[in-house]
C-alpha cells in the first residue's frame, strides 16, 4: 500500500523568507503523480502543484516549487516570498497513475503554516 | 477552470434523523467521485469512491448502510448519513475526477452538526 509521510505538524516563516516543506512516501510503482495542495481556514482545497513521477524536471509555479527526488521517494515543496495569505494546512497526496477508483489521492497528515509579519 | 459544488455547506440535523450531501462537476463529466471525512486539524480520510451507474466502493471501517453513497449520473454524487448520532459530526469533502486532463477536483465541503 501508498503512504506519505509528513512528519513535521507546524512550522513557520518569517513574511518574505523562504520553507521547505518536507514529504515521503512509498510505493512500488513507476507511475504515478505527486501533489501539494493548500488548505486555508475556509476549508477550501486548493492545488498548489502537481508531479508526474516521469518527468525528472522539478515542477514550480511562480513562488512554489518543489524538490522532487524519485530515488528517495522525497518530494519537498519550497515556498519563496512568503506572503501571509501562504498561512495555511499542507498536505502532500500521491495517486497512482491509473483510472477509477485506483485514481484515490493518499494524503499525508499535513502541516500547518503560520507567516509572521 | 472546472468546478465542483458541494451542498449544503452548513447543516444541523438532530439525532437519529439522516441528511444528505449532493457533490455536482458543473462543467465536466466525473465518472468518478470521492468521499472524505476530516476531522480537526487532521487529514483528509477517504470513506469512499463513488462510481457512476455503480455501487460504491468503501474504504476499510467505514460502514456501508451508515453512509449511503449514490452517483446515478455523471455530474452528481450525494451521500447520505443515516441516523445521525453527534460522533457523525465532522467536515465532509467530495472530490470529482475529470478524466480529459486527469485532474481531481475538490468541493467546498460541508459542515454537519448532529445535535
Given amino acids: 500500500a501508498q503512504t506519505v509521510t509528513q512528519s513535521q505538524p507546524e512550522m513557520s516563516v518569517q513574511e518574505a523568507e523562504t520553507v521547505t516543506l518536507s514529504c515521503t512516501y512509498d510505493t512500488s510503482e513507476s507511475d504515478y503523480y505527486l501533489f501539494w495542495y493548500k488548505q486555508p481556514p475556509s476549508r477550501q482545497m486548493i492545488l498548489v502543484i502537481r508531479q508526474e513521477a516521469y518527468k525528472q524536471q522539478n515542477a514550480t509555479e511562480n513562488r512554489f516549487s518543489v524538490n522532487f527526488q524519485k530515488a528517495a521517494k522525497s518530494f519537498s515543496l519550497k515556498i519563496s516570498d512568503s506572503q501571509l495569505g501562504d498561512a495555511a494546512m499542507y498536505f502532500c497526496a500521491y495517486r497512482r497513475d491509473r483510472g477509477g477508483a485506483n485514481s484515490k489521492l493518499t494524503f499525508g497528515k499535513g502541516i500547518t503554516l503560520s507567516v509572521r509579519p | ?115
Fill in chain 2, 1 to 115: 477552470g472546472a468546478v465542483v459544488s458541494q451542498h449544503p455547506s452548513r447543516v444541523i440535523c438532530k439525532s437519529g434523523t439522516s441528511v444528505k450531501i449532493e457533490c455536482r462537476s458543473l462543467d465536466f463529466q466525473a465518472t468518478t467521485m470521492f468521499w472524505y471525512r476530516q476531522f480537526p486539524k487532521q487529514s483528509l480520510m477517504l470513506m469512499a469512491t463513488s462510481n457512476e451507474g455503480s455501487k460504491a466502493t468503501y474504504e476499510q471501517g467505514v460502514e456501508k448502510d451508515k453512509f449511503l453513497i449514490n452517483h446515478a449520473s455523471l455530474t452528481l454524487s450525494t451521500l447520505t448519513v443515516t441516523s445521525a448520532h453527534p460522533e457523525d459530526s465532522s467536515f465532509y469533502i467530495c472530490s470529482a475526477q475529470d478524466r480529459g486532463p486527469n485532474t481531481i477536483y475538490f468541493g467546498e465541503g460541508s459542515w454537519l452538526t448532529v445535535v
